[in-house]
Structures are given as structure tokens and as C-alpha cells.
């Protein structure tokens, strides 16, 4: 019993990372923007989260843990909003290749979080790691009282802050974007920005508010894992490919909020099966690995071939909208 609820606790922290980065993108693609660079933005939320606890623990000679809390949340929030700012500069306003955009933004976050945590761990005297411990407690805090309760609290209420409102976010974003005006404003330019400009919906607002919006949820992924899920370290290249698999993600859920929660779950817990299962081989395990990725295909193929139009891509999704050619 005790290694089935470990499995189901480890699986919950893969997926809500996973969670943070679908639900980013999911608001973003809304809008019509296909945005690749979610990886980056993770790892820019990553890395702003940890470096803002990390220096003011520095900083300070006794660190209270809310404040290091509230920093760390800021920092994420901004540095993953900042990667979408970027990108719908240079997507929006520049009109540049989406997908190149998108790559160039992953590379460009991946190697900034790198450079910056190898440089912190310099500062700490460490090889390759960092600590933040003491904002970490904060972020890991479980629920009060539920926790203690046998198997169900370890289960459902032994998570940190993030977690519950990766959740909770999840439900938000769902409720906004079915039974809210604005919701279905921005539905709309992702369907056809032509016509909704024609409507009088500002396009361009649309979608530079829902692509940085959805920089600064992922960036939260980031800051998750690193201090919920991590607690509190920064290895260079420690993502692995959970941002690609926020990616996939969003296509297995049919861009639903809501199937993105139970999905991530089914995606935290098939990205770690392989450890859970003795006498594997290196090449066994690279296979297991592939497992969410080959469920999304398939997904991808079923849908395709149903041809329901709730289950579709936005209609623009990738494509530059200039008004002039309305």
C-alpha cells in the first residue's frame, strides 16, 4: 500500500507541473497563437522563482518564509509573462514565424535558466545545485488537520499551495472561456479574427493579453517544480521534457481546461511508470517515456477522424492575422 500511495503522490507533482504549462497554453492557443516556447517560459519561472527566494534568503540573516513566498511568486509570474510578452512581439506585432518564434523562445529560456543557475551555485559554494530551502516550506505546507487522515490525506491533501490552484485554475479558465463575454471574445478571434474584428473585438489586445496570461501560468509550472515538487533546488536541465509534455497535453485534453487536469494526472503517472517497474533496460525505459506522447497520438488520430468541431484546434491556430486583408 505504502508504494501505491507514493506512485499516486509522484504522479500528482509530475502532472500539476505538466497542468501549469497545458493551462498556458491552452488560453494561448484560444487566441490563435501556437506558441512552442512553453518549455522556456517554464524555465524562466523556474529560474526567477528561485533566484528571488535564493538572493533574499542571501540577503536577509533570518528569512521569513511568506515573504520569500510572495517573491517567488512574483518573480515566476513576471519572467513567464515577460517569454509571452516576447513572443507576441515578435509574433503579433513583428508577424514572425510562430513556430520559429516559439523554438527560439525555448532555447532562449532553457539557456537563461541555465546560465543563471550555474551562476547561483557558484555564489553558494555548490557544484551544480542551489538551495532555497526555507521558502520552500512555504510552498510545501500541507492542508491542516486532512492531511493526518489515513491514506486519504496522504493521497488528496498532502500538497503544497500551487497544487490546489493549479486545479482550481483549471476550473477558472474553463468557466471563463464557456460563460464569460470575454471568454467568448477571445473563442472568437481564435475562430476567425476577421470576423471578429469586424465585430468590433479588438484582436490584437485579445491575443497579446491571452499569450502573456499564458506565459506567466506557465511560469508558474516552473516555479512548481522546482520548489513544491523539488523543494526548493535548481539543477541545471532538471525539466527534462515535462514542458513538451504541456505541449502534448493540451492536444490530448481537445484545448478542455477540465480534461486537462485528469490528464496531466494520467501524464504524471505514465512519465514515471518505468521506475516503478523492476528489470527494465536503459532502452525499455526510453520506451516508457514515449507512452504520453503515443497516448496523444492517438487521441489526435481519433479526433481527427470523428471531425467534431468541439474537439478542433481553433480555426486560426498558427496562422497571422492582417486586418488589411479582411
Known sequence: MGAIIVFIQK?????????????????????GNLNLGVPGMMYMGGIAGIAAAFMYERAVETPNAAIGFLLALLAALLAGGLGGLIYSVLTITLRANQNVSGLALTTFGVGLGNFFGGSMAKLAG????????????????KVPLL????????????????????????VALSW??????????????????????AAGINVSLYKYLATVI????????????????SGGTWTNNGFGDRGWLAVALVIFARWRPLNAIWGAMLFGALYILYLYIPGLGRSTQE????????VTIIVLILTSLRKKKEDQPPESLGLHYFREER
Open 11 to 31: 504522479a500528482i507533482g509530475q502532472g500539476i507541473c505538466i497542468l501549469f504549462g497545458a493551462d498556458g497554453e491552452i488560453l494561448t492557443e484560444k487566441s
Open 176 to 197: 471563463y472561456l464557456n460563460r464569460t463575454r470575454q471568454g467568448l471574445c477571445l473563442r472568437a478571434v481564435g475562430e476567425s479574427p476577421a470576423t471578429a474584428d
Open 214 to 229: 499564458g506565459g506567466a501560468i506557465a511560469g508558474l509550472g516552473g516555479l512548481y517544480f522546482v520548489m513544491e515538487y
Open 126 to 141: 555548490g557544484v551544480g545545485q542551489i538551495s532555497t530551502a526555507v521558502t520552500a516550506s512555504a510552498f510545501r505546507i
Open 147 to 170: 492531511s493526518d487522515i489515513p491514506v486519504v490525506g496522504d493521497i488528496l491533501f498532502s500538497y503544497g499551495f500551487l497544487t490546489y490552484f493549479a486545479i482550481a485554475l483549471s
Open 287 to 294: 520506451i516508457f517515456k514515449m507512452l504520453p506522447y503515443v
